[in-house]
């Protein structure tokens, strides 16, 4: 392949082309569908990792780029391009492309064309997300992304979708019209679309805090934050196992990647101000949300609630880098923190998308999420009771496991603030085990709990592919991170260069 | 072979030979996993003691060798490597060997257990956790070894995990461990705050320059940063080795099978706190305060954890609290500067404890799993070897003049007596009078175990699952892989303190790995009256420690041997004090009332009213209401025709993006 060859624009659009010919499959050729999807995901995916191998780690210049003006009238251009943030979520994107398609395989029986073109679009749609560079461009695909969810959910999804999907409708498009006006607002000071350009624009400090509450409004509900989180157990239990996955694993990251491609760089001044608040919100969610997990009775709103506490993690790395510049003279922690968030980020698709798919394995046989109708799983899937333990013992941030890496490394930094912040968010090694290893207890141990689980029988060789392939996965990130904060390096370290620089400064220099 | 390859092989063995056994236990099937696990294991013991070996004889100084960089993040190097000089190779030896054994005890304890593959491969993955840990260089391998056994060590007590109170027992084992992991963790970033880097010698070298920095964590509370490191470090400590309060894990851990009892919850992973400590002597020799604090846990949980283990009935949860006290042993020890000595009880203590809980656990299968002590009695007849390697364990244990655990644990009493450190004089009462203890609960478990007249009957036709007391089949000696590891570790339960005393104690064997100011040496003081192996054992007739020894030997052959009657009569007698025994201090129910409760009862506090009734029910489903009352319009298209609007939007973005594209 050429270096000239527009990879970004064939990661988005392959997908999206690719939904269109699966639903032209149509209603009555299932297996077709089903194979059309497998080769179009695992091709967008293979194609995919020529942007890790093919990415220049030494630099945090945008690569891979492409510019083409779009809609001329509004300065909107067709911007794509990719830097350190955004390669290791792509690849996650693309990742779970190719493996919500086997999950779903012989599981959905209803409209699977439907269902398939839903996940192919979503998955260039996401891509978008995460390669746009203007910021209209990012708008359209932050929102199109939304529809073929509210398909899978509404289609697809439990006993109580319309609730479900009403309540995450409104939440999103509550805060992403305050972003719209954020993001509008910068066109007309700044007379660009362009997200890069936004990084250098001068703006005083009130104006900062306004367009950074207008990002953290979008944001904030996306990733979920703390109290802002209720959408999310409601849209994950009436999601069909497929759209539970997508959602948990890189939906949410989208909240995550806004707060470092829009919040620290565009209005640095305003998150420097207002960190105290986005470490507050974090910290309530690693602790409060710990608590809430602990009681759930349904599998997937535990499951739910803990990816909102692992959640925190994330917003607490990225906002911790003001509190380490002025606790310490060496500024040692900042970048710890910002890699550790978007290590926490991978790691939690890996961990949240496995769980899920170990939840929809159960399901599937029994058709209860319920905890207390199981019990002593392990006697009748010896093999899935295995990698259960694993993902939920990585959930609890076991070292050797990706879910350990991330929370170390904010750990760490939060220490390098403030002793409390530390003292705080490593609470969670008490409470993620906690929540963690009592479901473990209740459903993957004990006697055999009832004739449904008498009835069971071990994961198939397709279950075991998805599940062993996420296996490995957690594994590897948890024995090696090196290759994958390696990724990140130039980025991170230019974007802490940049917020600690005042924009009001040059402002004032005008 | 390169060392650096010798050395990777170590740890890296157990971890194929567990994978093995693991993943491939259908086709190995039983005897493969035990063959592929031993193999492991034993070539893996074969290498430490060669690089014992090289370390005493061939001169081979300390190795500070890098295997990999996990990570290299914000300027700080995160490596996995190992630290090789006498304590680790020590370690290696000491953990290599006892897993050895457990694994060729195995074979007999579990030979009719359908886990029998998932238990070699849980034990592999031991081996190689806990060799990881103490080869260490690093505070991350250390952070990744030490929480590695703790999984190991849940999988373990919940092994048969269709026993609701062995699940317990395992999740319980793994929250209080994971309490004492919150504080090793903030000690972990402590250091990193203070040093910059997550290497030992980096730290260590590092370490005297922050002698006097102070931090006010609480506001008007200034702490010395090194105080705060080594007491975050400890909490650690203190959950893995279960110290007082953090000890409450130790007993019930008993649920798993007995050879992990020996292994994991005598031997070696509870010893991983003492260890660490030892390792981390350079930064705990800095503060006095820390150092006080240690020494007062670990003198708390001597006695008392000794007292405890008086009362119990299950002979496996006597050893479990005797375990226990031993520890607080080693922990005093620690506290007075003596890690050395802390060390050398480790490892007396790692052979002899396991011996002992490997006999208990021949007891065990010749008696059908039954461990209540009050079924037993006698059985010295029919077990032989049994009774005599648990008379050999018995003996060290409570430290009679000769025996490996003599010379351990009266060096730490000397210790505790020549410190001036602040409560030093509680600390030596506390463990003076726990030696009467010990040979107290040491004799009473020989005596009801193995003398006396049997407490069972034997009936024939008494089914598979006969009524306490009664037996199937008479008891009989173990088979050989049960009795030639008792008397493997009977051997050096005897000769290893006479032999290895005078260079780990005195003649600084351990100098380079274990650093102590002149000013706390308190093993110099008494190596000052040291003479020999022979002559302090000689010597120690004069002393106190022997004499409550005996007297505890008398009080129990009393109570036990000639006036059977008398233990029912004084638990009558002193109902409060044997109910506060009995009931282990009430620590549990405190627990239990205080966290678990409470824990819950917050859980539920906030998702039912501050999640589903202030967020939800106010602000999200009250701003719902709010829109629909002002449009009742928007709101009946919004609901009933979503999907078609979804579908319009989409196929409108499709078509503006497609077209624009294709032009």
Known sequence: MTSNWPILSTLI????????????????????????????????????????????????????????????????????????????????????????????????????????????????????????????????????????????????????????????????????????????????????????????????????????????????????????????????????????VILAAIMLKIGGYGFIRFSLPVTPDAAAALDWLIIALSLIAVVYIGFVALVQEDMKKLIAYSSISHMGFVTLGMFIAFGVFQNTDSGRGAALGVEGAMVQMISHGFISGALFLCVGVLYDRVHSRMIKDYGGVAHKMPWFAALAVLFFMANSGLPGTSGFVGEFMVILAAFQANFWYAFLAALTLILGAAYSLWLVKRVIFGKVANNDVAMLEDINAREALVLGVLAVAVLLVGLWPAPLVDLMHASVDSLLQHIQQPKTVLLGGQ | ???????????????????????????????????????????????????????????????????????????????????????????????????????????????????????????ALFTFSMLMLVMSNNFLQLFFGWEAVGLVSYLLIGFWFDRESAVYAGLKAFLVNRVGDFGFLLGIAAVLYCFGSMDYFEVFAAAPGIEGQSVSIIPGVEWQWITVICICLFIGAMGKSAQAPLHVWLPDSMEGPTP????????????????????????????????????????????????????????????????????????????????????????????????????????????????????????????PITWITAWVGTLALIGFPFFAGFYSKDAIIEAVHASSRWGAGVAYWAVLLGVIVTSFYSFRLLYLTFHGKPRYTVDVGAGHHPPDGVLQHAPKESPLVVTVPLILLAIPSIVIGYLTIDPVLFTGWLSDSITVLPQNDVLAAVGEH?????????????????????????????????????????????????????????????YQKLFIGNTLRIGNGLWKKADAGLIDGWLVNGSAKLVGSLSARVRTWQSGFLFQYAFAMIIGLIGILAIWVML
């Open chain 2, 260 to 383: 992990i009892s020996a292994l994991i919850h005598a031997a070696t992973m509870v010893t991983a706190g003492i260890f660490m400590v030892a390792r981390m002597s350079p930064l705990f020799e800095l503060s006095e305060a820390a150092l006080s604090f240690v020494m007062l846990i670990g003198a708390l949980t001597a006695f008392f954890m000794g007292l405890v283990g008086i009362v119990q009935n299950d002979i496996k949860r006597v050893i479990a609290y005797s375990t226990l006290s031993q520890l607080g042993y080693m922990t005093v020890a620690l506290g007075v500067s003596a890690y050395s000595a802390a060390i050398f009880h480790l490892g007396t203590h790692a052979f002899f404890k396991a011996l002992l809980f490997l006999g208990a656990g021949s007891v065990i299968i010749a008696l059908h799993h039954q461990q209540d002590m009050r079924y037993m009695g006698g059985l010295r007849k029919q077990m």
């Open chain 2, 1 to 123: 072979m390169s060392l650096k390859t010798i050395l990777i092989l170590i740890p890296l063995l157990p971890l194929l030979a567990a994978a093995v056994a693991g993943l491939l236990r259908n086709q190995v099937g039983r005897a493969g996993s035990h063959w592929v696990t031993i193999l492991g294991v034993a070539i893996s013991f074969a290498l430490s003691v060669y690089v014992l070996y090289l370390q005493m004889y061939q001169g081979l100084g300390t190795q500070n060798i890098s295997v990999y960089t996990w990570m290299v993040a914000d300027g700080i190097k995160f490596e996995i490597g190992f630290l090789i000089d006498h304590l680790s190779s020590l370690m290696m030896v000491v953990v290599s060997f006892i897993s050895f054994m457990v694994h060729i005890y195995t074979i007999g304890y579990m030979a009719d257990d359908p886990g029998y593959q998932r238990f070699f491969s849980y034990i």
């Open chain 2, 530 to 590: 040291f003479h020999g192996p022979t002559a302090m054992a000689q010597h120690a007739l004069q002393t106190a420690p022997f004499w409550l020894m005996l007297g505890g030997f008398v009080l129990a052959t009393l109570v036990y041997m000639v006036r059977p009657a008398l233990a029912g009569t004084l638990a009558q007698r002193f109902p409060r004090l044997h109910a506060l025994l009995e009931n282990k201090f009430y620590v549990d129910e405190l």
């Open chain 1, 13 to 244: 659009w392959l997908p999206i082309f690719g939904a269109v010919v699966v639903l032209a499959a149509g209603e009555h050729r299932a297996a077709l569908s089903r194979v059309l999807a497998l080769i179009v995901a695992g091709l967008t995916f293979l194609l995919s990792i020529s942007l890790f191998t093919g990415f220049d780690t030494s630099t945090a210049a945008m690569q891979f780029s492409e510019l083409k003006p779009w809609i001329e009238t509004f300065h909107i251009n067709y911007a794509l391009g990719v830097d350190g943030f955004s390669v290791p979520l792509i690849l996650l994107t693309t990742f779970f492309g190719v493996l919500v398609v086997i999950a779903g395989w012989e599981v959905i029986t209803d409209k699977v064309h439907q269902y398939m073109a839903c996940f192919l679009l979503m998955e260039g749609l996401m891509v978008g997300v995460f390669a746009a560079l203007d910021a209209m461009l990012f708008y359209a695909f932050f929102e199109a992304m939304l529809i073929p969810m509210f398909l899978v959910i509404g289609i697809w999804g439990g006993p109580n979708k319309v609730y479900a999907t009403i309540k995450f409708f409104l939440y999103t498009f509550l805060g992403s019209v305050f972003m719209l006006i954020s993001l509008i607002y910068l066109y007309l000071q700044s007379g660009t679309w362009s997200i890069l350009e936004w990084h250098q624009f001068p703006l005083a400090l009130n104006v900062q805090k306004w367009l950074f509450l207008g990002f953290l409004a979008a944001f904030s509900v996306k990733i979920p934050m703390w109290p802002v989180h209720t959408w999310l157990p409601d849209a994950h239990v009436e999601a069909p196992t497929g759209g539970s």
